[in-house]
């Protein structure tokens, strides 16, 4: 079993609408998560970062955890074209290692 | 905000030739880099972690003679790829912990023919 896992995609989703990337974890002692965005042949960017189990909102873009399930997730609402990329999911067990998932290739259609 | 400045952004290289890629936190101090390798369609993959004024720790796999990591300051992490091949083509990013969490440096693109 991979320890962070993602569905590779892609996710298709229509401009306006609300994008819904999921990814699951297999440490239970993982304490922080992250969310970055990768454009083609860029590095990551950071988009959103919890520690602690509910949401958290940011603009458009919301990060869910359950640390119970072992989930996290990021909704983005009111899609945007620009947001089309690689969403890559990251956890991170208390030490300096972060993990990443394999990515989410999000399209957005105008 | 933190920033990592990596350099170069592209390189090409012949093969059996060393390529050093240089990682600076800008505007923080960063005990701890990260170097990471992501092959097309990849996710990022962790090949060691760089500790300032002590040697680097390396992944399960990475060969540390091969990827020399030198942390000499506070600001500042060489990865060098020595004797590279064709199959050492990748993007290598490298990252940093600040009070804004992991930040990337922008990544270089290395090709060798």
């Known amino acids: 079993q991979k320890e962070v896992e993602q569905n590779s995609g892609p996710l298709s989703v229509p401009e306006g609408a609300i994008a819904s990337l999921n990814c699951t974890y297999s440490?239970?002692?993982?304490?922080?998560f992250f969310w970055y965005r990768q454009y083609s042949g860029k590095s990551p960017e950071l988009i959103m970062s919890?520690?602690?189990?509910g949401d958290k909102e940011d603009g458009r873009f919301t990060a869910q955890l359950n640390k119970a399930s072992q989930y996290v997730s990021l909704l983005i609402r009111d899609s945007q074209p620009s947001d089309s990329a690689t969403y890559l999911c990251?956890?991170?067990?208390?030490?300096?290692?972060?993990?990443f998932g394999a990515g989410t290739r999000l399209f957005v259609k105008a | 905000g933190a920033v990592v400045s990596q350099h170069p952004s592209r390189v090409i290289c012949k093969s059996g030739t060393s390529v050093k890629i240089e990682c600076r936190s800008l505007?923080?101090?960063?005990?701890?880099m990260f170097w990471y390798r992501q092959f097309p369609k990849q996710s990022l993959m962790l090949m060691a972690t760089?500790?300032?004024?002590?040697?680097?720790?390396?992944e399960q796999g990475v060969e540390k003679d091969k990827f020399l990591i030198n942390h000499a300051s506070l600001t500042l992490s060489t990865l060098t790829v020595t004797s590279a091949h064709p199959e050492d083509s990748s993007f290598y990013i490298c990252?940093?912990?600040?009070?804004?969490?992991?930040?990337f440096g922008s990544g270089t693109r290395l090709t060798v023919v």
């Open positions: 440490d239970r002692v993982s304490q922080s």
């Open positions: 990252s940093a912990k600040s009070d804004y969490g992991y930040t």
């Open positions: 990251a956890v991170n067990t208390g030490g300096f290692k972060t993990i």
């Open positions: 919890i520690y602690s189990n």
């Open positions: 505007d923080f101090q960063a005990t701890t």
């Open positions: 760089s500790n300032e004024g002590s040697k680097a720790t390396y």
